[in-house]
Nanobody, 122 residues
Framework: QVQLVESGGGLVQVGGSLRVSCAAS????????MAWFRQAPEKEREFVAL???????LYANSLKGRFTISRDNAKNMVYLQMSSLKPEDAAVYYC????????????????WGQGTQVTVSS
């Protein structure tokens, strides 16, 4: 069973940067599309970014240019570098995994981490 553990969340000032990480416990990590979603209070969980097994990346349009997703297959890690953070970026950030296929639909992902809180202070 694949397990995902996020880390790196915390408090950051508006305009600052933060990197969150996700560690995956699976031997075939390179087969997985890895994605980040986020959920703010009272809001739906929304797609942030994904990276395919071939390192193709896709971002939510509103985040393009500020967020960067990357992966290290040797370490079974995926990262989300966030910059120029805004108050509306505050949320719990979740890592998700999907073997083989590529999708931005949260309902297609069946492997999730527990989330890491990102708070942006003004």
């Amino acid at each position: 069973q694949v397990q995902l553990v996020e880390s790196g969340g915390g408090l950051v000032q508006v305009g600052g940067s933060l990197r969150v990480s996700c560690a995956a416990s699976v031997r075939t990590f390179s087969r997985y599309t890895m994605a980040w979603f986020r959920q703010a209070p009272e809001k739906e969980r929304e797609f942030v970014a994904l990276i395919t097994k071939s390192n193709v990346t896709l971002y939510a349009n509103s985040l393009k240019g500020r967020f960067t997703i990357s992966r290290d297959n040797a370490k079974n890690m995926v990262y989300l570098q966030m910059s120029s953070l805004k108050p509306e970026d505050a949320a719990v950030y979740y890592c998700a995994a999907k073997e083989w296929s590529v999708t931005i639909d949260k309902n297609d992902y069946n492997i999730w981490g527990q989330g890491t809180q990102v708070t942006v202070s003004s």
